[in-house]
Protein backbone atom coordinates (compact mmCIF):
# COMPACT_ATOMS: atom_id res chain seq x y z
CA UNK A 1 0.00 0.00 0.00
CA UNK A 2 2.87 2.00 0.57
CA UNK A 3 3.92 2.79 -3.07
CA UNK A 4 0.02 4.09 -4.07
CA UNK A 5 0.37 6.11 -0.51
CA UNK A 6 3.53 7.88 -2.30
CA UNK A 7 2.10 7.92 -5.50
CA UNK A 8 -0.86 9.71 -4.15
CA UNK A 9 1.08 12.10 -2.73
CA UNK A 10 3.71 12.89 -5.47
CA UNK A 11 1.12 13.77 -7.85
CA UNK A 12 -1.30 15.71 -5.47
CA UNK A 13 1.89 17.76 -4.19
CA UNK A 14 2.86 18.51 -8.48
CA UNK A 15 -0.66 19.60 -8.95
CA UNK A 16 -1.05 21.59 -5.97
CA UNK A 17 2.25 23.17 -6.84
CA UNK A 18 0.73 23.99 -9.92
CA UNK A 19 -1.88 25.81 -8.93
CA UNK A 20 0.26 27.85 -6.80
CA UNK A 21 2.69 28.49 -9.53
CA UNK A 22 -0.17 28.79 -11.93
CA UNK A 23 -1.75 31.23 -9.51
CA UNK A 24 0.91 33.54 -9.26
CA UNK A 25 2.56 33.31 -13.13
CA UNK A 26 5.99 32.13 -11.64
CA UNK A 27 7.41 30.10 -13.91
CA UNK A 28 5.39 29.85 -16.76
CA UNK A 29 6.90 27.25 -19.19
CA UNK A 30 7.19 24.63 -16.23
CA UNK A 31 3.33 25.34 -15.84
CA UNK A 32 2.83 24.61 -19.14
CA UNK A 33 4.57 21.57 -18.88
CA UNK A 34 2.58 20.39 -16.01
CA UNK A 35 -0.89 21.19 -17.30
CA UNK A 36 0.24 19.45 -20.52
CA UNK A 37 1.17 16.03 -18.00
CA UNK A 38 -1.40 16.46 -15.75
CA UNK A 39 -3.68 14.37 -17.92
CA UNK A 40 -1.61 11.77 -18.06
CA UNK A 41 -0.26 11.66 -14.71
CA UNK A 42 -3.99 11.73 -13.81
CA UNK A 43 -5.11 8.29 -15.54
CA UNK A 44 -1.54 6.77 -14.55
CA UNK A 45 -2.73 7.32 -11.05
CA UNK A 46 -6.13 6.34 -11.50
CA UNK A 47 -4.69 2.80 -13.14
CA UNK A 48 -2.40 2.33 -10.32
CA UNK A 49 -4.66 2.95 -7.46
CA UNK A 50 -7.52 0.42 -9.72
CA UNK A 51 -5.18 -2.33 -10.13
CA UNK A 52 -3.18 -2.16 -6.86
CA UNK A 53 -5.35 -0.66 -4.43
CA UNK A 54 -7.06 -2.97 -2.05
CA UNK A 55 -10.89 -3.17 -1.20
CA UNK A 56 -12.63 -1.62 1.81
CA UNK A 57 -13.25 -3.91 4.33
CA UNK A 58 -16.79 -2.37 4.91
CA UNK A 59 -19.51 -2.42 2.96
CA UNK A 60 -22.05 0.60 2.69
CA UNK A 61 -24.75 -0.79 4.46
CA UNK A 62 -22.68 -1.75 7.13
CA UNK A 63 -20.37 1.25 7.54
CA UNK A 64 -22.82 4.14 5.94
CA UNK A 65 -21.27 6.91 8.48
CA UNK A 66 -18.54 6.78 10.75
CA UNK A 67 -18.19 10.11 12.38
CA UNK A 68 -20.44 8.80 15.39
CA UNK A 69 -22.22 5.15 16.33
CA UNK A 70 -25.78 4.91 14.94
CA UNK A 71 -26.96 3.70 18.19
CA UNK A 72 -29.85 5.84 19.71
CA UNK A 73 -28.62 7.97 21.90
CA UNK A 74 -29.51 6.95 26.04
CA UNK A 75 -31.41 10.29 27.24
CA UNK A 76 -32.43 11.82 23.54
CA UNK A 77 -36.15 13.62 22.82
CA UNK A 78 -37.82 11.32 20.89
CA UNK A 79 -37.61 13.72 17.53
CA UNK A 80 -33.67 13.15 18.01
CA UNK A 81 -33.39 9.23 17.61
CA UNK A 82 -34.42 7.25 15.04
CA UNK A 83 -37.77 4.82 14.75
Not at 32 to 42: G, K, Q
Not at 52 to 68: I, L, M
Amino acid sequence: MKPIRDTVFGITLLLFMYAICAANSWLVSACVAVFMLSPILLIWLLLKVLKQGSPAAFTFEGRFYEDRALTPLKDAPASVTRS
